[in-house]
């Protein structure tokens, strides 16, 4: 049974997720994120909040810690999102960038990388960062800078970062670089950079309510079997973000370019189906 809803058929199972996600927001999310105020640094209690009452986890496979089950669906995720936004806009941040930072390694990532870096996003007890925008490349994504070198073992990773979202306290960066000369979107690729990596700095830049900062790499070495995101290079992940979860990144106007509504891109196990049918209006 499927039920009309703002212009959009819900099925059971997606009203109760609704109801149930609204709920925890007012008991959960709302006193945790009104007792921080408006503290520009992450607050970790509410990500763990966010971890413990199940949220995080529907990002993530239950292999790696989380509880998705088959295909990720757009519908699922604005339904959540426009519940926490209502209620506690801090709380629909936070879920927002770990969605940012999680796909792109459940999208693209290898066994390895999907078992390091995944199970601890899903319990929320790390932030990751999702590092696209550069000086010169914001709405225009296309035009990245970053270049990344393979080296022998390692890649080494040149360029700037801005407006990044949780980077001063994120454990993972997921960055897009230039690997070869093709031009657009076609040389760039995604890599898992962690926090540690040499030649990486960040200097605190304050524009939005999470913590965030330039970033700087210098020629920083990330290992060659742990790095690179494989799938189709970024084009992929771009424009798959853009269906499911970049609300700020331009991946959207790619996406539509590219993907209609019922498509559907296999990668490894993950099936993504592209709904197209947007966030559902509600009065
Ligand atoms: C609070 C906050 C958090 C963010 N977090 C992240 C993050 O975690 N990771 C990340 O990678 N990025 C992040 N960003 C960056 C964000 O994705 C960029 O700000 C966005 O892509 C726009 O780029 P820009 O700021 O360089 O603006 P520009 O691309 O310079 O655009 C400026 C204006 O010009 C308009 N414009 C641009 N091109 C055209 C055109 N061809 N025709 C007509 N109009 C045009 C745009 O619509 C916009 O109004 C964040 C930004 C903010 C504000």
């Given at each position: 049974?499927?039920?009309?809803?703002?212009?959009?058929d819900l099925s059971h199972d997606e009203q109760a997720l609704?109801?149930?996600?609204?709920?925890?927001?007012?008991?959960?999310?709302?006193?945790?994120?009104?007792?921080?105020?408006?503290?520009?640094?992450?607050?970790?209690?509410?990500?763990?909040?966010?971890?413990?009452?199940?949220?995080?986890?529907r990002l993530v496979p239950r292999a790696y810690g989380g509880?998705?089950?088959?295909?990720?669906?757009?519908?699922?995720?604005?339904?959540?999102?426009?519940?926490?936004?209502?209620?506690?806009?801090?709380?629909?941040?936070?879920?927002?960038?770990?969605?940012?930072?999680?796909?792109?390694?459940?999208?693209?990532?290898?066994?390895?990388?999907?078992?390091?870096?995944?199970?601890?996003?899903?319990?929320?007890?790390?932030?990751?960062?999702?590092?696209?925008?550069?000086?010169?490349?914001?709405?225009?994504?296309?035009?990245?800078?970053?270049?990344?070198?393979?080296?022998?073992?390692?890649?080494?990773?040149?360029?700037?970062?801005?407006?990044?979202?949780?980077?001063?306290?994120?454990?993972?960066?997921?960055?897009?670089?230039?690997?070869?000369?093709?031009?657009?979107?076609?040389?760039?690729?995604?890599?898992?950079?962690?926090?540690?990596?040499?030649?990486?700095?960040?200097?605190?830049?304050?524009?939005?309510?999470?913590?965030?900062?330039?970033?700087?790499?210098?020629?920083?070495?990330?290992?060659?079997?742990?790095?690179?995101?494989?799938?189709?290079?970024?084009?992929?992940?771009?424009?798959?973000?853009?269906?499911?979860?970049?609300?700020?990144?331009?991946?959207?106007?790619?996406?539509?370019?590219?993907?209609?509504?019922?498509?559907?891109?296999?990668?490894?196990?993950?099936?993504?189906?592209?709904?197209?049918?947007?966030?559902?209006?509600?009065?």
């Amino acid at each position: 049974m499927r039920f009309r809803d703002g212009g959009l058929d819900l099925s059971h199972d997606e009203q109760a997720l609704r109801d149930a996600v609204a709920q925890t927001a007012e008991k959960s999310f709302r006193p945790l994120a009104d007792a921080w105020g408006e503290r520009d640094e992450l607050n970790w209690e509410l990500a763990r909040a966010l971890g413990r009452e199940g949220l995080f986890p529907r990002l993530v496979p239950r292999a790696y810690g989380g509880s998705l089950e088959g295909p990720f669906r757009s519908v699922t995720l604005c339904l959540i999102r426009e519940e926490l936004a209502r209620t506690c806009a801090p709380a629909e941040e936070l879920f927002a960038i770990q969605g940012l930072g999680s796909h792109p390694i459940l999208l693209a990532g290898t066994e390895a990388q999907k078992a390091r870096w995944l199970p601890s996003l899903a319990s929320g007890e790390s932030v990751p960062a999702f590092a696209l925008t550069e000086p010169g490349a914001g709405s225009d994504a296309a035009a990245i800078a970053t270049r990344a070198e393979l080296r022998g073992d390692y890649w080494a990773l040149t360029g700037e970062k801005h407006f990044i979202s949780n980077a001063p306290v994120a454990s993972l960066y997921v960055v897009f670089a230039r690997t070869g000369s093709a031009p657009g979107t076609k040389g760039l690729s995604a890599f898992v950079v962690p926090k540690d990596a040499p030649g990486l700095t960040g200097a605190p830049m304050h524009i939005g309510r999470a913590p965030d900062c330039e970033l700087v790499l210098k020629d920083s070495r990330v290992s060659r079997r742990h790095a690179r995101l494989q799938a189709r290079g970024g084009v992929l992940v771009l424009t798959d973000l853009g269906s499911t979860n970049g609300t700020r990144v331009n991946g959207h106007r790619i996406t539509e370019m590219v993907l209609g509504a019922g498509d559907r891109i296999h990668v490894g196990e993950t099936t993504i189906v592209v709904d197209g049918s947007g966030v559902p209006a509600r009065p």
